[in-house]
């Protein structure tokens, strides 16, 4: 099955600098990526997502860049604010017709923003 | 709409006894899937659905059962609970087969002493 490791597990920065959370998967059929954010106590709620056939994809302050060849994608938060603080999840599925999009979830990366 | 609703929000219960986990959603959405959130570990899929009467298993389905009697509810059922079920249990669903996004509930933490 699919695996998908996440890159730190920790990270803290300044407000205002820049964050990049990377993960890779093993499965090379894998097709849809998204990203999930949680705050504590709260439920995931998707900030972004991308599909194998798309290179970048760009949402205001958030990107993420996917290398289908190296299989790793990337979020970047550029400008950080301390409401960014939280945890973020990337995931990997092969989406089928006959499955939907089931998700395998990374472990998760704890983002602090310090004021 | 409610969105996906889950309940209980807490649950204690001891090792041995069984509960179900109720989780609905007013989307009118096909696919329903329940996770588990442990520290340190991200979510695991436990059992997902695909739509009225379709059931299959997920990462770690071992102690669960799952049914899909309607398109609206997917209730988790905990057979003999263990204290390595102790975690808190998310339920998700998406509009349809396919890439789409997961809208999740808000989750239930259960501790199983």
């Known amino acids: 099955g699919e695996n998908v490791e996440q890159h730190p597990s920790t990270l803290s920065v300044q407000e205002g600098d820049s964050a990049v959370i990377k993960c890779t998967y093993s499965?090379?059929?894998?097709?849809?990526f998204p990203w999930y954010k949680q705050e504590l106590g709260k439920r995931p709620q998707l900030i972004i997502d991308i599909r194998s056939n798309v290179g970048e994809k760009k949402d205001q302050r958030i990107a993420v860049t996917l290398n289908k060849t190296a299989k790793h994608f990337s979020l970047h938060i550029t400008e950080t604010q301390p409401e960014d603080s939280a945890v973020y999840f990337c995931a990997a599925s092969r989406v089928r017709e006959t499955s939907g999009s089931r998700l395998t979830f990374g472990e998760g990366t704890q983002l602090t923003v310090n004021p | 709409n409610a969105g996906v609703t889950q309940t209980p929000k807490f649950q204690v219960l001891k090792t041995g006894q069984s509960m179900t986990l109720q989780c609905a959603q007013d989307?009118?959405?096909?696919?329903m899937s329940w996770y588990r959130q442990d520290p340190g570990m991200g979510l695991r899929l436990i059992h997902y659905s695909v739509g009225a009467g379709i059931t299959d298993q997920g990462e770690v389905p071992n102690g669960y059962n799952v049914s899909r009697s309607t398109t609206e509810d997917f209730p988790l059922r905990l057979l003999s609970a263990a204290p390595s079920q102790t975690s808190v249990y998310f339920c998700?669903?998406?509009?349809?087969?396919?890439?789409?996004?997961?809208?999740f509930g808000p989750g239930t933490r259960l501790t199983v002493t």
């Open positions: 998700a669903s998406s509009y349809s087969r396919g890439a789409y996004e997961q809208y």
């Open positions: 499965d090379s059929a894998s097709n849809y």
């Open positions: 989307m009118n959405h096909e696919y």
